[in-house]
C-alpha cells in the first residue's frame, strides 16, 4: 500500500526545467511551507519515484541537491528526512547568482495570472472562502520568515480556489510550485513580510466588498511592492 504522506506530495508540476530541477523545487515547497514538516521522515524512494511520476536517478538528483541545501537530510540505510531546521536564509544564499533570471520571471508570471484570478475571485468567492482568508491573516506572526512564506502561498492559493475553477485552482497551486524561491526572498526581509501582510488585508477588504475593480487594483499594488523588495535585497543582474 502507499504510504499516505507519500501519496500527498504528488502529482509532480512540470515545466521546460530539467525533471530533477521541478522535483528539487516541487519538494522545497513542500518543505519551506510546512507541508512536509521538520524532521519528517520522506517515503521510500521507490515510492516516492512512483508517487511523483519520475524516475528513482532523477529523483534521487533532486534529493541530493536538497540535501546541499540542508533541507533533507541522507543517511545509508535509513530514510530520507528534512531537517528539523529549515536553513531558509542559508539555502537562498547559496543560490544567489542562479535565482536573478527566476525572480525576475516570477514576478512577470505573477504580475499577468494573479490580477486576472483575483478579478474572478471577488465575484465568486463564498461566506465559508473569507473566513478562510480571514483565520489566515489571523494566524500569521510577522516576525517568522518561514511561516509567513507559507501563509503567503496559502493565501494566492485560496484566492485561485475561490474563482471555483478548478483549472484556475490548478495553475494557482503551480504559480506556488515556480514561484517559491522568489517569495521566500521576500519574507527574509521584515519590511517585506509588513508589506506582504498588508497588500493581503487590502485584497481581502476588495474580495469581501466583492468588488472586482478593486481586488485586481489591490493585487496590482502588492505585486509591484513584493517586487520592489526583491529587486532592493541586491540581487545580482541576470542579464
Not at 10 to 36: F, N, S, Y
Not at 156 to 185: C, D, F, K, M, Y
Amino acid at each position: 500500500m502507499t504510504d499516505p504522506i507519500g501519496a500527498s506530495l504528488g502529482p509532480l508540476p512540470r515545466t521546460q526545467a530539467l525533471l530533477a530541477d521541478d522535483i528539487a523545487r516541487h519538494l522545497e515547497r513542500l518543505i519551506v511551507t510546512g507541508q512536509l514538516a521538520s524532521g519528517a521522515s520522506l517515503p521510500p524512494e521507490r515510492v516516492l519515484a512512483q508517487t511523483l511520476g519520475v524516475s528513482r536517478n532523477a529523483l534521487r538528483e533532486a534529493l541530493t541537491r536538497l540535501a546541499g541545501l540542508g533541507l533533507v537530510e541522507r543517511r545509508q540505510g535509513s530514510a530520507n528526512r528534512v531537517t528539523r531546521t529549515v536553513p531558509l536564509a542559508a539555502a537562498l544564499a547559496d543560490r544567489m547568482n542562479d535565482l536573478a533570471a527566476e525572480f525576475r520571471h516570477a514576478a512577470e508570471f505573477r504580475a499577468v495570472t494573479e490580477p486576472q484570478l483575483v478579478r474572478l475571485a471577488a465575484s465568486r468567492v463564498g461566506p465559508a472562502q473569507l473566513d478562510a482568508l480571514r483565520a489566515l491573516l489571523e494566524s500569521g506572526d510577522e516576525n517568522d520568515p518561514e511561516g509567513s512564506a507559507g501563509l503567503d502561498i496559502a493565501f494566492h492559493t485560496a484566492i485561485a480556489q475561490a474563482t471555483g475553477n478548478p483549472l484556475l485552482a490548478a495553475l494557482g497551486e503551480l504559480t506556488a510550485s515556480w514561484t517559491v524561491a522568489a517569495r521566500l526572498s521576500s519574507h527574509l526581509d521584515a519590511d517585506g513580510r509588513r508589506l506582504s501582510h498588508d497588500g493581503h488585508l487590502r485584497i481581502l477588504a476588495a474580495l469581501s466588498a466583492r468588488d472586482p475593480d478593486a481586488a485586481e487594483y489591490a493585487m496590482r499594488i502588492h505585486l509591484a511592492e513584493i517586487r520592489d523588495v526583491i529587486e532592493r535585497s541586491g540581487l545580482p543582474d541576470p542579464n
